[in-house]
């Protein structure tokens, strides 16, 4: 069984940009986190969706939307890059959300 | 809001050695998990617990729980140089609307000596 698949692995932007990041969750997992982890404020969740649906969100400024398709599949999107935002982004798939949560490999997103 | 707070967050520890890194979390908790870290990977799930008094065992690895306390131990026994990473543990607030949302640690640097 596939695992959770991230894309792209590394990502280099600049001030202003805006950024996708995709991600693939376990086949049958309709459960996506998306969680922020940097070196000063560690790991910090973003936002979970369920079936489509937005369930929960994590206290980060409205430039950070993420989105969920049909397949589960779900992707985030950042607006107007910060160089505060480079951080190794993680996504974690779960059957639906309350039990072993399954991370990828995360995107390194660097902002210069 | 929901905190979790690990000790020591810096680990050094000479092989064969046991030791003990201890997860409190402020608030009632649905659920704990462990999590491995390697330098430049993924997190890698160790363990999760979901009642008072749960005890789980993974090879060098023994997770415990304390609900009434709010305290998760992870014990490690004899330690080797391939248990050197970072471990987090996580929370799942309670309330049956946190689903996927977990609160973590802030880690623990583990380094095993020869």
């Known amino acids: 069984k596939a695992g959770v698949t991230q894309t792209p692995r590394y990502l280099i932007k600049t001030r202003g940009q805006q950024v996708t990041l995709s991600c693939s969750p376990i086949s049958g997992h309709r459960s996506v986190s998306w969680y922020q982890q940097t070196p000063g404020q560690g790991l910090q969740f973003l936002f979970e969706y369920f079936s489509e649906t937005q369930r929960n969100k994590g206290n980060f400024p409205g430039r950070f939307s993420g989105r969920q398709f049909s397949n589960s599949r779900s992707e985030m999107n950042v607006s107007t890059l910060e160089l505060g935002d480079s951080a190794l982004y993680l996504c974690?798939?779960?059957?639906?959300?309350?039990?072993?949560?399954?991370f990828g490999s995360g995107t390194q997103l660097s902002v210069l | 809001e929901l905190k979790v707070e690990q000790n020591p967050l810096f680990l050094s520890m000479q092989e064969g050695k046991n030791y003990t890194i201890y997860c409190n979390y402020s608030t009632t908790s649905d659920r704990l998990y462990w999590y491995r870290q390697d330098p430049g990977k993924s997190l890698e799930s160790l363990f999760v617990l979901l009642s008072n008094g749960a005890v789980k065992q993974e090879g060098r690895l023994m997770a415990s729980l304390d609900t009434k306390a709010r305290l998760s131990t992870l014990h490690i026994t004899a330690a080797v140089h391939d248990l050197s990473a970072t471990y987090f543990c996580?929370?799942?607030?309670?309330?049956?609307?946190?689903?996927?949302?977990?609160?973590f640690g802030q880690g623990t640097i583990l380094t095993v000596h020869p």
């Open positions: 996580a929370v799942n607030y309670a309330g049956g609307t946190s689903y996927g949302k977990l609160t």
């Open positions: 974690a798939s779960s059957q639906h959300g309350n039990e072993k949560l399954f």
